[in-house]
């Protein structure tokens, strides 16, 4: 008999099936209550489980069932476990307890409040990135480095570990700008156009964007209406070879995959501290193989970043880890008071950007302004531009076509420029009264795009018909709600009735 | 139309499907992906969404499925889902996304190191008590109650609250007695003894226990297989009526229902600090209208309370707040160095509760000795015996068969004595060197158990055949395995062979 009580034996195998459970990013293995392998492990319902197969492995929790949905050898996978797994139907796979978690010692000495060193922090985050942790030990994690912030040595390990367990892109160039938003601004899309800036500059501007997760577009959701964005690193790298930029999903390259299994957990709690943060976008920036930073922190009521000393201060945390990375940061403090431009939701930001770059006479005049100013500091922060004339320089390659020649050959490198789609429905929503614009929050704004439909109907989402100052009638349009169904369009009117004071007028 | 954007309306009603889906005491519900609902809600995997049916509202988790599992218009729920509902199979339900947890607020404040007061963690407890909170918003206030530990203002209110949001029961008689162990000893199974004691010597003992939650057996467990232990509460009070004293499964009644949640979440995570002990223990016991309560606190270096330090804290931390509430507490220290009689496991556990109360020659001298010392102290405390002398009348009513007659009194009441069950297969653990016995491991002890089938499996577990300081030689037996299947005993030999030391032998 063998001394590893644990060891793989027929005993625990059982038949893979997939079941079309979709779970978000959760691995869930479900398991008849009276099949040999929950019998002979003692496994109940929950049980943290090890699944093995081909040489992989894969933690889950076990749910069990009565009844003859599944056969009495089946295991039948969640979506993310049968990826994770990567087996063939009716392949066999084995099943045990999982193994203790060593790490989790770490975060309950951090509970009690012990600072943690390089090491324990690193492989927490091995662990994490593994998949071992359940929400409960995620939360448990972030939550003690939120009640005892992180400080900035901690940061550093955090940010450094959640680099090591992801792959780490590296560009021919020596330099290699990026910029990225903390976020919390609906339409602020500027990274398409600063890319076409940069790029058409000469700098080296490889772009890896995600998609929305509660926002109602992210950049690679908007970017998609425009060009395809699932490149493969092999792919990316050519279209960066060709133009010195790209604007891709990050999806298809796996870079510091532990943070979106922290951000997943922070949006369930809505905690999101300073250390967390900072190592977030940090690791990010330099798995992507960027050292010439520029950081977006929008600062307003209903934003992110509340006021403008909570926002001096995160920069200059940000500016202090990067350094001990070798990469420059500039942080801009923007204003984060409304949404940025018109559009709302994948295709209305696209037209957004679009009218930008061509110039239009209706294009968004703060979008511009916004992307020119980031630009300009990315261009000065590479040196490209003197102190104070990188918004000018950027200003001009804006106006004189060559950021949006430059755009149309990155959409071409990527596969070829396309027309954003526009919605069947649309339907204003109404002033009640005439006055001044007065407030514009932010999140109800971004709650009644995604309640139009975005960011998964591409088409869907608003229109902002006013900005904050602007003086208007009653009856005059606030917004105009795009949707492609009778039911989201009802659903959007419904909650922009129950929430008249998501553009507040005041007489 | 409607100015509240989640009335219900027929266009998010579904049909109640049973799935026989386990998950613990996880609500979820399962639905197409490409069901009316989904789409109209906008919901996606992993949701929070509330469920309604017949007046009852129940909070889930959404999965969702591709594929013909289910019907296009089909909800199925788990097991616990389905209880909470109560609706029958086809009924229509109501599904929407779940409303903001507006406690979630106090808990981020609490996060960041904000004190609570009495209103903010009634609130919390509400919403928990009503399966409002996901076990990720669980682990954060666990977790921020633990990083800034309870004071014990915020324990009295925690404590409060947990009362509050459950049942409570009252008695004829001014004085209720009760006692309690904290927990972590395997066999530590004196209840039915202490009982029996002191409803012997005319006090009032209605003791509602628990069934194991991760330990071999809980005192419902082991009560059950010696008499009826599911009776509701006109049951309970017709047999405390009767015989002054019961010793049932506390499940029925619903007693701080908060703590039940609360411990499943601090089991994940091993973490338990002293303020939520304090009020997971005296929340219990006041909602059972017991009034003078005796705390067994085995201390031991594989016990919960590893010092005699930390036992004189918890025990002060104990009788205070317990005082605030009415409650008159007697806390003994007692040793946890190892395992308490010789059986563990609910059967065999059962057996030397009988053999004490029959006085049997083979009966564990320890088992017998601790029962009279904490009888002792309630009788002391209830003023039936004078200070120092309670241990010397429990010891009487013990040894003259009073004790045991009052049990099979008891017994009878509840629905008639049972002779515990024993297992088929038994197979000993033999010791590899001879030696003095120096360590014997709790945890492991309760572990190897759990393995040979205990508590499922109320025949199956283990009996100690030596104890710390026992002389044994090479070859002679440490432990019997007691198992009811082939493929649990061997899972536990496994164990004990991995395990050699689970009782370290010193040459």
Same mark, same amino acid.
């Given at each position: 008999?063998?001394?590893?009580?644990?060891?793989?034996?027929?005993?625990?195998?059982?038949?893979?099936?997939?079941?079309?459970?979709?779970?978000?990013?959760?691995?869930?293995?479900?398991?008849?209550?009276?099949?040999?392998?929950?019998?002979?492990?003692?496994?109940?319902?929950?049980?943290?489980?090890?699944?093995?197969?081909?040489?992989? !492995?894969?933690?889950?929790?076990?749910?069990?069932?009565?009844?003859?949905?599944?056969?009495?050898?089946?295991?039948?996978?969640?979506?993310?476990? =049968?990826?994770?797994?990567?087996?063939?139907?009716?392949?066999?796979?084995?099943?045990?307890?999982?193994?203790?978690?060593?790490?989790?010692?770490?975060?309950?000495?951090?509970?009690?409040?012990?600072?943690?060193?390089?090491?324990?922090?690193?492989?927490?985050?091995?662990?994490?990135?593994?998949?071992?942790?359940?929400?409960?030990?995620?939360?448990?994690?972030?939550?003690?480095?939120?009640?005892?912030?992180?400080?900035?040595?901690?940061?550093?390990?955090?940010?450094?570990?959640?680099?090591?367990?992801?792959?780490?892109?590296? =560009?021919?160039?020596?330099?290699?700008?990026?910029?990225?938003?903390?976020?919390?601004?609906?339409?602020?899309?500027?990274?398409?156009?600063?890319?076409?800036?940069?790029?058409?500059?000469?700098?080296?501007?490889?772009?890896?964007?995600?998609?929305?997760?509660?926002?109602?577009?992210?950049?690679?959701?908007?970017?998609?209406?425009?060009?395809? #964005?699932?490149?493969?690193?092999?792919?990316?790298?050519?279209?960066?070879?060709?133009?010195?930029?790209?604007?891709? =999903?990050?999806?298809?390259?796996?870079?510091?995959?532990?943070?979106?299994?922290?951000?997943?957990?922070?949006?369930?709690?809505?905690?999101?501290?300073?250390?967390?943060?900072?190592?977030?976008?940090?690791?990010?920036?330099?798995?992507?193989?960027?050292?010439?930073?520029?950081?977006?922190?929008?600062?307003?009521?209903?934003?992110?970043?509340?006021?403008?000393?909570?926002?001096?201060?995160?920069?200059?945390?940000?500016?202090?880890?990067?350094?001990?990375?070798?990469?420059?940061?500039?942080?801009?403090?923007?204003?984060?008071?409304?949404?940025?431009?018109?559009?709302?939701?994948?295709?209305?930001?696209?037209?957004?950007?679009?009218? #930008?770059?061509?110039?239009?006479?209706?294009?968004?005049?703060?979008?511009?302004?916004?992307?020119?100013?980031?630009?300009?500091?990315?261009? !000065?922060?590479?040196?490209?531009?003197?102190?104070?004339?990188?918004?000018?320089?950027?200003?001009?390659?804006?106006?004189?076509?060559?950021? =949006?020649?430059?755009?149309?050959?990155?959409?071409?490198?990527?596969?070829?420029?396309?027309?954003?789609?526009?919605?069947?429905?649309?339907?204003?929503?109404?002033?009640?009264?005439?006055?001044?614009?007065?407030?514009?929050?932010?999140?109800?704004?971004?709650?009644?795009?995604?309640?139009?439909?975005?960011?998964?109907?591409?088409?869907?989402?608003?229109?902002?018909?006013?900005?904050?100052?602007?003086?208007?009638?009653?009856?005059?349009?606030?917004?105009?709600?795009?949707?492609?169904?009778?039911?989201?369009?009802?659903?959007?009117?419904?909650?922009?009735?129950?929430?008249?004071?998501?553009?507040?007028?005041?007489?």
């Amino acid at each position: 008999m063998s001394l590893d009580p644990h060891s793989p034996r027929g005993a625990h195998q059982l038949r893979a099936r997939r079941l079309g459970l979709f779970a978000q990013h959760e691995s869930i293995v479900l398991m008849r209550r009276d099949c040999h392998v929950c019998r002979a492990e003692g496994l109940s319902a929950r049980s943290q489980v090890q699944l093995m197969a081909g040489g992989r !492995e894969v933690y889950a929790t076990l749910y069990q069932l009565d009844g003859d949905l599944l056969e009495l050898d089946e295991a039948a996978l969640s979506e993310e476990a =049968w990826r994770l797994l990567g087996v063939a139907p009716g392949a066999p796979i084995q099943v045990r307890h999982a193994p203790a978690l060593e790490s989790m010692s770490s975060v309950r000495r951090r509970i009690y409040g012990s600072r943690l060193d390089d090491p324990a922090i690193g492989a927490i985050v091995r662990d994490v990135a593994a998949g071992r942790y359940t929400d409960v030990h995620l939360a448990a994690f972030l939550t003690a480095s939120s009640a005892l912030q992180l400080d900035e040595s901690e940061t550093i390990s955090l940010t450094k570990a959640m680099v090591d367990v992801g792959d780490r892109l590296s =560009w021919k160039a020596d330099m290699v700008v990026d910029k990225h938003c903390v976020g919390g601004l609906p339409g602020n899309r500027t990274t398409p156009i600063v890319v076409a800036i940069l790029t058409a500059c000469g700098l080296v501007c490889p772009k890896t964007s995600s998609r929305a997760i509660t926002s109602p577009a992210g950049t690679a959701d908007t970017m998609e209406t425009l060009a395809p #964005v699932e490149l493969d690193l092999a792919a990316m790298r050519h279209v960066v070879d060709a133009e010195g930029g790209c604007i891709v =999903w990050g999806g298809t390259v796996n870079l510091s995959p532990a943070d979106d299994i922290f951000i997943r957990v922070e949006r369930v709690l809505d905690v999101d501290t300073e250390g967390q943060l900072v190592a977030s976008v940090l690791s990010k920036k330099i798995a992507a193989g960027s050292n010439h930073v520029v950081l977006d922190l929008p600062v307003g009521p209903t934003a992110k970043v509340r006021s403008a000393e909570a926002g001096e201060e995160l920069a200059e945390r940000l500016s202090h880890v990067a350094t001990h990375f070798g990469v420059k940061t500039r942080c801009v403090l923007t204003d984060g008071s409304q949404p940025v431009g018109r559009g709302v939701g994948p295709a209305l930001e696209a037209f957004d950007v679009l009218a #930008v770059l061509q110039n239009a006479p209706e294009a968004p005049q703060d979008l511009s302004a916004r992307a020119c100013l980031l630009a300009g500091a990315a261009l !000065e922060l590479a040196g490209v531009a003197k102190a104070g004339e990188g918004a000018v320089l950027a200003e001009a390659v804006l106006a004189d076509g060559r950021a =949006w020649a430059k755009f149309k050959a990155i959409c071409d490198a990527q596969g070829g420029m396309r027309t954003p789609p526009t919605a069947g429905l649309q339907s204003p929503i109404l002033a009640r009264r005439s006055g001044r614009v007065v407030h514009i929050n932010n999140r109800q704004i971004a709650t009644l795009a995604k309640l139009a439909g975005a960011p998964e109907r591409k088409a869907a989402g608003l229109t902002l018909e006013v900005r904050l100052g602007d003086e208007i009638g009653a009856g005059q349009p606030l917004l105009t709600l795009h949707a492609e169904s009778d039911g989201e369009l009802a659903y959007a009117l419904d909650y922009a009735s129950a929430h008249p004071d998501l553009v507040e007028i005041q007489a």
